[in-house]
Protein backbone atom coordinates (compact mmCIF):
# COMPACT_ATOMS: atom_id res chain seq x y z
CA UNK A 1 0.00 0.00 0.00
CA UNK A 2 0.88 3.49 -0.26
CA UNK A 3 2.84 5.79 2.23
CA UNK A 4 1.09 8.55 3.44
CA UNK A 5 2.98 12.03 5.65
CA UNK A 6 1.11 14.70 6.10
CA UNK A 7 2.69 17.84 7.37
CA UNK A 8 1.94 21.91 7.28
CA UNK A 9 -0.50 21.39 10.30
CA UNK A 10 -0.04 24.09 13.48
CA UNK A 11 -2.00 26.98 15.43
CA UNK A 12 -3.40 30.06 13.38
CA UNK A 13 -5.00 32.95 14.11
CA UNK A 14 -9.04 33.14 12.86
CA UNK A 15 -8.56 34.72 9.28
CA UNK A 16 -5.24 32.99 8.50
CA UNK A 17 -3.90 30.20 6.37
CA UNK A 18 -2.24 27.30 5.80
CA UNK A 19 -0.80 24.74 4.15
CA UNK A 20 -1.31 21.44 4.62
CA UNK A 21 1.02 18.45 2.49
CA UNK A 22 1.00 15.05 2.12
CA UNK A 23 3.71 13.18 0.28
CA UNK A 24 2.60 10.10 -1.25
CA UNK A 25 5.79 6.77 -1.42
CA UNK A 26 5.75 3.18 -1.72
CA UNK A 27 2.95 1.64 -4.07
CA UNK A 28 1.94 5.03 -5.54
CA UNK A 29 0.94 3.46 -8.82
CA UNK A 30 -1.83 1.87 -7.54
CA UNK A 31 -3.39 5.61 -5.67
CA UNK A 32 -5.34 7.05 -8.38
CA UNK A 33 -6.43 9.79 -6.02
CA UNK A 34 -5.76 12.07 -2.96
CA UNK A 35 -7.73 13.78 -0.78
CA UNK A 36 -8.17 15.03 2.91
CA UNK A 37 -10.67 14.60 5.60
CA UNK A 38 -10.61 16.30 9.00
CA UNK A 39 -11.72 14.91 12.44
CA UNK A 40 -12.58 17.38 15.29
CA UNK A 41 -12.71 15.83 19.02
CA UNK A 42 -16.09 14.59 19.83
CA UNK A 43 -17.14 14.22 16.03
CA UNK A 44 -16.94 11.74 12.82
CA UNK A 45 -14.51 11.88 10.69
CA UNK A 46 -15.45 14.19 7.77
CA UNK A 47 -14.30 13.78 3.74
CA UNK A 48 -13.08 17.67 2.66
CA UNK A 49 -11.36 17.15 -0.62
CA UNK A 50 -9.82 14.93 -3.23
CA UNK A 51 -8.20 14.95 -6.55
CA UNK A 52 -7.19 12.49 -9.51
CA UNK A 53 -3.53 12.22 -10.64
CA UNK A 54 -4.72 11.56 -14.12
CA UNK A 55 -7.23 14.53 -14.89
CA UNK A 56 -6.86 16.72 -11.73
CA UNK A 57 -10.62 16.53 -10.92
CA UNK A 58 -11.45 18.23 -7.93
CA UNK A 59 -14.10 17.41 -5.17
CA UNK A 60 -15.17 19.66 -2.19
CA UNK A 61 -17.43 18.83 0.72
CA UNK A 62 -19.79 22.25 0.76
CA UNK A 63 -18.45 23.37 4.01
CA UNK A 64 -15.21 24.27 2.39
CA UNK A 65 -15.79 24.94 -0.62
CA UNK A 66 -14.15 28.27 -1.84
CA UNK A 67 -11.98 28.43 1.32
CA UNK A 68 -9.92 25.63 0.57
CA UNK A 69 -7.86 24.33 -2.38
CA UNK A 70 -6.78 21.24 -2.93
CA UNK A 71 -3.73 20.50 -5.33
CA UNK A 72 -1.07 18.41 -6.90
CA UNK A 73 2.41 18.27 -7.67
CA UNK A 74 3.10 15.20 -9.81
CA UNK A 75 6.90 15.21 -9.67
CA UNK A 76 7.09 15.15 -5.74
CA UNK A 77 4.07 12.43 -5.96
CA UNK A 78 2.86 15.29 -3.17
CA UNK A 79 -0.68 16.85 -2.93
CA UNK A 80 -1.61 19.93 -0.63
CA UNK A 81 -4.49 21.61 0.90
CA UNK A 82 -4.60 25.01 0.89
CA UNK A 83 -6.55 26.77 3.74
CA UNK A 84 -7.19 30.33 3.66
CA UNK A 85 -9.98 32.71 5.86
CA UNK A 86 -9.65 29.83 8.90
CA UNK A 87 -12.56 29.60 11.05
CA UNK A 88 -12.35 28.38 14.55
CA UNK A 89 -14.85 25.33 13.42
CA UNK A 90 -11.87 24.52 10.78
CA UNK A 91 -9.89 23.05 14.11
CA UNK A 92 -9.29 19.46 13.65
CA UNK A 93 -6.85 16.65 12.80
CA UNK A 94 -6.82 16.68 8.84
CA UNK A 95 -5.74 13.08 7.29
CA UNK A 96 -4.64 12.40 3.86
CA UNK A 97 -6.17 9.50 2.42
CA UNK A 98 -5.69 7.78 -1.03
CA UNK A 99 -7.97 5.43 -2.95
CA UNK A 100 -8.79 4.60 -6.44
CA UNK A 101 -10.85 7.92 -7.39
CA UNK A 102 -11.63 11.46 -6.00
CA UNK A 103 -15.63 9.80 -6.08
CA UNK A 104 -14.77 6.83 -3.65
CA UNK A 105 -12.65 9.27 -1.46
CA UNK A 106 -15.83 11.42 -1.17
CA UNK A 107 -18.06 8.24 -0.56
CA UNK A 108 -15.60 7.33 2.53
CA UNK A 109 -13.50 3.95 0.68
CA UNK A 110 -9.63 4.98 1.93
CA UNK A 111 -7.33 2.54 0.77
CA UNK A 112 -4.56 4.15 3.21
CA UNK A 113 -4.63 6.82 5.24
CA UNK A 114 -1.73 9.59 6.88
CA UNK A 115 -0.99 9.91 10.77
CA UNK A 116 -2.83 13.44 10.88
CA UNK A 117 -1.50 16.69 11.33
CA UNK A 118 -3.49 18.95 13.64
CA UNK A 119 -4.84 22.27 12.86
CA UNK A 120 -5.77 24.54 15.42
CA UNK A 121 -7.58 28.20 14.72
CA UNK A 122 -7.84 30.42 17.40
CA UNK A 123 -10.57 33.38 17.82
Known amino acids: QVQLVESGGGLVQAGGSLRLSCAAS????????MGWFRQAPGKEREFVAA????????VYTDSVKGRFTISRDDAKNTVYLQIDTLKPEDTAVYYC????????????????WGQGTQVTVSS
Open 51 to 58: ISWSGGNT
Open 26 to 33: GRTFSSKA
Open 97 to 112: AASTSSYALQRGVVNS
